[in-house]
T-cell receptor, first 111, second 114 residues
Framework: KQEVTQIPAALSVPEGENLVLNCSFT??????LQWFRQDPGKGLTSLLL?????REQTSGRLNASLDKSSGRSTLYIAASQPGDSATYLC??????????FGTGTSLTVIP | DAGVIQSPRHEVTEMGQEVTLRCKPI?????LFWYRQTMMRGLELLIY????????DSGMPEDRFSAKMPNASFSTLKIQPSEPRDSAVYFC????????????FGPGTRLTVL
């Protein structure tokens, strides 16, 4: 069974800093990997999706990378802002169409 | 579109009571997913449907849990009898045909079993 781990569990940074969130998965036979954002009391919003054949995806200040061979993905956030404060989840989609989620990294950006 | 709609948003009940959570997927989406989120275990898939048919229910924790999708616009997740360890946030998500990687999540139902 796929296991997804996210480190760190919580992160606090001052506004303006660049930061990296880490995600690792045990089974490299994934269809794709996604990064989601979850705000308190809300559902999940997809940020970036990386297909298994891709190495990275970018959207604005966000950049996600994927290294299937090592079972790792990172989410890079440039010039962090207080509005980036949320929980970030990574999820691996296996070939059986099932998502396996990590437990998330809770990010706080201090003004 | 209003997105995925879940009700109730919050539910507090006593141990042993029956709990029914409801979900209305986005119109035109033929795949529906039920997830449970806890601090200890994170977000876990309980069951998913394609065209109203349950495809994989291996994540359903016990026989106390059951899910139905009587039509394309409505699904229920029922817990009977409920236990304190069932306390969690339950999410419903839906996706277009053949696009399981593009799931749209509802706001969730926070369940507390006393």
């Amino acid at each position: 069974k796929q296991e997804v781990t996210q480190i760190p569990a919580a992160l606090s940074v001052p506004e303006g800093e660049n930061l990296v969130l880490n995600c690792s998965f045990t089974d490299s036979a994934i269809y794709n990997l996604q990064w989601f954002r979850q705000d308190p009391g809300k559902g999940l919003t997809s940020l970036l999706l990386i297909q298994s054949s891709q190495r990275e995806q970018t959207s604005g200040r966000l950049n996600a990378s994927l290294d299937k061979s090592s079972g790792r993905s990172t989410l890079y956030i440039a010039a962090s802002q207080p509005g980036d404060s949320a929980t970030y989840l990574c999820a691996a989609l296996n070939t059986g169409n099932q998502f396996y989620f990590g437990t998330g990294t809770s990010l706080t950006v201090i003004p | 579109d209003a997105g995925v709609i879940q009700s109730p948003r919050h539910e507090v009940t006593e141990m042993g009571q029956e709990v029914t959570l409801r979900c209305k997927p986005i119109s035109g989406h033929n795949s529906l997913f039920w997830y449970r989120q806890t601090m200890m275990r994170g977000l876990e898939l309980l069951i998913y449907f394609n065209n109203n048919v349950p495809i994989d229910d291996s994540g359903m924790p016990e026989d106390r849990f059951s899910a139905k999708m009587p039509n394309a616009s409505f699904s229920t997740l029922k817990i009977q009898p409920s236990e304190p360890r069932d306390s969690a946030v339950y999410f419903c998500a839906s996706s277009l045909p053949l696009e399981p990687d593009t799931q749209y999540f509802g706001p969730g139902t926070r369940l507390t079993v006393l």
